[in-house]
C-alpha cells in the first residue's frame, strides 16, 4: 500500500460541507492530515446524525440531476425508522431509478452466504438487482443496464473485515468506475468504535469475498472512511467518482449506545449491538468444527460443540484477556452446526469495551478450546485461511503457539497498516 497517493486520490471526489474535503495534490503526512479534517460538530441533543440525515438536510443537492440507484438493506433507515428508499422514492428532487440488494438481500431475508435475487419491489415498483456475488464487469453491467448515473450506497457495517458488506461497496466502486458511474457513500457508526485497529492484515494470496484486500481484521473504520482508502490504496490504478457524506456527532470512542440511533440487524445472525462486539472474534470458529452460535439467540456470543465441558472456560479465563469473562455455558442449535443437538461451550461476558480486543479473544478461544477438546479440528477446506488473511494463525494453533506468540506474528503488518489508516480518517 502507498501513502503517497492519498493526497492525490484519496479525498479528490470528497464533498464539502457535507463530506470530508482535501486539497488536490496535498502529499506526505502534512497533507494526510491536512485532509481529514475533524467531524462536524455535534448537535444539541447529543445525537449522531448520519450521512443520509445530513445529505437530506442538504436538499439532497449531491444528486441533483443524477439517476440514482441505491446499495441498500434493512439498516438504510433515517433516525425515525423510515427507509431511505421509501423516503427518496417519495421526494421529487431526486430520480431514483433502480435498488441494489447485497448478501441476504434488501429486504434481508437470505441466511448466510445468500440474497434475494432480482424482484421489483412492491412499496415502490422500483426493481431490485441481486449483486451479490456479482463483481467487476458483470456488475458494471448491471449497473449500466439499470441505466443509472450515480450509485448511493448506505449499509450498516460492523467492523470486521469478513463482513461482507464492505467488500460489496469496494466491488460497486469499481465496477462504477468501470461504467463511468460515480458513487456516493452515506457513513453510519462502526458500532464497536473506531480507537484502533486489530488483529491480522490480510495476505493478498488470501483474497476472496471476505477480504478482497490487505487490512485489518477489526479495521476500526466506518465505510466512508474505507471507501476512500479504498478508493486511494486499491483503486489508484483506476479510481471511480467518489463523494462521501460524513456523520456529525460520532467519536472513535462511541460505540452504538451512544448514538442514538436505532438499531435494525444488518444480517439475520447479527442481532444487537453486543453481537457485532464479538462478531470479529468468534466469526474465527466458522473456520472449525464448532458452532459459533448461529441458531440461537445469542449468535457470536456462545460458541461450543457436543462433549465440550466446563474445563473450556476454565482455560480460556486462566489466559487473563481484558475486558472479558467466559462462562461455561450450554446451548442446542435449532440449525447450522450441530443443529439439534446439546452443545457445550462458553458464554463470552465482556465487561469492560474500552479494553475489550475481540480477535484476541477469539484467538484465546481457538488456543484453550484445541488444548482442552480432543475433537476439536478446521474446516476441510481451511476456511480459517480466508477469515484470518493466511495460515499463519492456523499453523501456528496447531504449533502449540499462545495468544501472544499469534498477535506478536502479527504487529508488523498491522503497525504499516495502521499508518495507512491514520491518512483516512474523518472524526475524532
Not at 439498516?75 to 448478501?103: K, N, Q, S, W, Y
Not at 412499496?123 to 449497473?143: E, H, M, W
Not at 491480522?200 to 488470501?206: I, N, S
Request: with cysteine; glycine share 14%.
Amino acid at each position: 500500500m502507498s501513502l503517497s497517493r492519498r493526497g492525490v486520490l484519496g479525498l479528490a471526489g470528497a464533498m464539502g460541507a457535507a463530506g470530508a474535503v482535501g486539497p488536490a495534490g496535498a502529499a506526505g503526512a502534512a497533507g494526510r492530515a491536512a485532509a481529514a479534517p475533524a467531524a462536524p460538530a455535534a448537535s444539541a441533543d447529543g445525537r449522531v446524525r448520519t450521512g443520509f440525515e445530513r445529505m437530506a438536510a442538504d436538499g439532497y443537492a449531491v444528486l441533483a440531476g443524477q439517476r440514482v440507484g441505491v446499495v441498500t438493506n434493512p439498516t438504510g433507515i433515517t433516525a425515525d425508522a423510515r427507509h431511505l428508499v421509501d423516503v427518496l422514492h417519495a421526494d421529487e428532487r431526486v430520480d431514483l431509478v433502480a435498488v441494489f440488494g447485497p448478501e441476504h438481500g434488501f429486504r434481508g431475508t437470505a441466511q448466510a452466504g445468500g440474497s434475494e435475487g432480482a424482484s421489483r419491489d412492491p412499496a415502490t415498483g422500483l426493481p431490485v438487482y441481486d449483486t451479490y456475488d456479482t463483481s467487476g464487469q458483470r456488475l458494471a453491467d448491471v449497473f449500466t443496464a439499470a441505466g443509472i448515473d450515480t450509485v448511493v450506497f448506505d449499509i450498516q457495517d460492523v467492523g470486521a473485515r469478513f463482513y461482507t458488506y464492505i467488500w460489496t461497496l469496494y466491488d460497486c466502486m469499481r465496477a462504477a468506475a468501470l461504467a463511468g458511474k460515480a458513487v456516493v457513500v452515506l457513513d453510519r457508526p462502526n458500532p464497536v468504535g473506531g480507537r484502533r485497529a486489530a488483529g491480522p492484515v490480510l495476505q493478498r494470496p488470501y483474497a476472496s469475498f471476505v477480504g478482497r484486500e490487505p487490512i485489518a481484521l477489526a479495521h476500526g473504520m466506518t465505510a466512508a472512511e474505507l471507501a476512500l482508502l479504498f478508493n486511494g490504496e486499491f483503486l489508484a490504478d483506476r479510481p471511480v467518482a467518489l463523494r462521501t457524506v460524513a456523520m456529525s456527532g460520532w467519536r472513535r470512542d462511541s460505540f452504538f449506545d451512544s448514538t442514538g440511533l436505532p438499531w435494525v440487524p444488518p444480517s439475520p445472525n447479527m442481532p444487537t449491538p453486543d453481537t457485532a462486539l464479538a462478531y470479529a472474534g468468534t466469526c474465527l470458529f466458522e473456520g472449525t468444527n464448532l458452532s459459533e452460535g448461529r441458531g440461537t439467540t445469542t449468535p457470536f456470543e456462545v460458541v461450543g460443540a457436543e462433549g465440550v465441558d466446563r474445563r473450556w472456560a476454565e482455560a480460556a479465563n486462566a489466559l487473563g484477556l481484558p475486558g472479558v469473562w467466559f462462562r461455561e455455558a450450554y446451548f442446542t442449535p435449532t440449525f447450522s452446526k450441530h443443529a439439534g443437538r446439546l452443545c457445550g461451550g462458553v458464554r463470552l461476558i465482556v465487561h469492560d469495551r474500552e479494553a475489550f480486543d475481540p480477535v484476541r479473544a477469539g484467538i484465546g478461544l481457538l488456543v484453550t478450546a484445541r488444548r482442552t477438546w480432543s475433537g476439536f479440528g478446521w474446516r476441510a477446506d481451511h476456511w480459517i485461511d480466508k477469515l484470518t488473511g493466511s495460515d499463519r494463525v492456523r499453523t501456528m494453533v496447531d504449533a502449540g503457539a499462545g495468544v501472544e506468540a499469534i498477535a506478536g506474528d502479527w504487529a508488523a503488518g498491522l503497525d504499516r497498516f495502521a499508518a495507512v489508516r491514520a491518512g483516512y480518517l474523518l472524526y475524532g
